[in-house]
Structure formats: C-alpha cells, structure tokens
C-alpha cells in the first residue's frame, strides 16, 4: 500500500468517526514496515492508526502510547473493518 492510499485509507476511517476535512501527521516506522497516521490538530481524541505496507491497520486509543501499541502491532494485533469503533 502506497503512502497515498494509506492517507486516503485513514481519511475514511476518521470520516466514518464524524470527522471531515482532517490534517494527519504521519510518521514512518521501518522496524514495523508501517506508518503511523494521527491528527495533526491535538484534543480531538480520535485515536490514530498504525497502517502496514501489506493495507492491515491497527486501531490506537489515545489511552495508551505509541510503544504500546507498536507492541500490540509487533504480537498481530489488528482491526478488522467490521469492528465497530467508538
């Protein structure tokens, strides 16, 4: 999956939050061969997303840190499109 299919990818999933017209900050992990996509505009509370080159996501709720969801992608945590988000 491309850079820009990832961004298009997150942009979808932050639509169907409610949120529309978002700015993302994305970060490059290679150690994981993916990148990390949040919102550049802070408070919002919509979690970010760890997206792999392979298309599979990880949901991150803002309760935890990046280390620890980078080891839940690293064991094979993933989400799965019909998992409702909250």
Same mark, same amino acid.
């Given at each position: 999956?491309?850079?820009?299919?990832?961004?298009?990818?997150?942009?979808?999933?932050?639509?169907?939050?409610?949120?529309?017209?978002?700015? /993302?900050?994305?970060?490059?992990?290679?150690?994981? =061969?993916?990148?990390?996509?949040?919102? !550049?505009?802070?408070? $919002?509370?919509?979690?970010?997303?760890?997206?792999?080159?392979?298309?599979?996501? /990880?949901?991150?709720?803002?309760?935890?840190?990046? =280390?620890?969801?980078?080891?839940?992608? !690293?064991?094979?945590? $993933?989400?799965?499109?019909?998992?409702?988000?909250?």
């Amino acid at each position: 999956m491309s850079l820009e299919e990832k961004i298009e990818f997150a942009k979808g999933l932050y639509a169907s939050q409610g949120l529309n017209d978002v700015e /993302l900050a994305i970060s490059r992990d290679e150690e994981i =061969s993916a990148d990390y996509v949040g919102l !550049k505009e802070p408070g $919002r509370g919509a979690g970010a997303f760890i997206i792999a080159d392979d298309g599979t996501f /990880l949901f991150c709720q803002s309760a935890h840190g990046y =280390s620890y969801w980078k080891e839940q992608f !690293k064991t094979g945590k $993933r989400n799965d499109l019909s998992e409702k988000k909250s």
